[in-house]
C-alpha cells in the first residue's frame, strides 16, 4: 500500500491537490512498440523505454527512499520477461517489500485517447491487470 509523506489539510479553506507523476510511455503512437522499448529510430523521437525500466530498477536498489510510479504494462512485461530470477525476485520486493515500485491504472497502455472506446479500454486494463496478478500478485488501486 501507498504511505504518503505528507498529511493533508482538514481546514475546509483549503484545497487539497495529490499528485502523482508517474510514467506515461506511449504504446505505439508514433514508433512501434518495439521502437519505443529499443531507443530506436530516434528521427521520430527519442524514447528509449527499456532504459527507462533498467534505470529505475537500480535507483531504486541504490536508495530506499526513491520511489517509482509505472502505468503501461505492455512494456513492462517486455523488460519482466528479459530479466532472469534472481532479478524479478528483487523487483518484487520493491513492490511488497519496500513498496518502493507501485503501478497506477495497470492497463497494457494508457487509454487517454479523445475517442477511445469502453471496450478497448475494458479489454486492456483486463490484460494488464491480469499480468500484474500472474507474475507479481498485484492488483492496481489507483
Known sequence: ???PKFSASSDK????????PHTHDDVGWLKTVEQYFYGQNSTIQTAF??????TMFQSLIANP??????????????WW?????HTR???????????????VNGGWC????????FMGM?????LGHSFLKRELNYTPTV
Open 89 to 103: 525476485a528483487k523487483l518484487r520486493g520493491l513492490v511488497h517489500a519496500t513498496n518502493q515500485l507501485s503501478f
Open 65 to 78: 527512499n526513491r520511489t517509482f510510479t509505472y502505468v503501461e504494462q505492455k512494456f513492462f512485461s517486455m
Open 81 to 85: 520477461y528479459e530479466l532472469n530470477e
Open 110 to 117: 494508457m487509454h487517454d485517447e479523445a475517442t477511445t472506446h
Open 13 to 20: 479553506n483549503v484545497l487539497n491537490v495529490h499528485v502523482v
Open 122 to 126: 475494458i479489454d486492456q486494463t483486463t
Open 1 to 3: 500500500l501507498f504511505t
Open 49 to 54: 523505454v527499456q532504459s527507462i525500466l533498467t
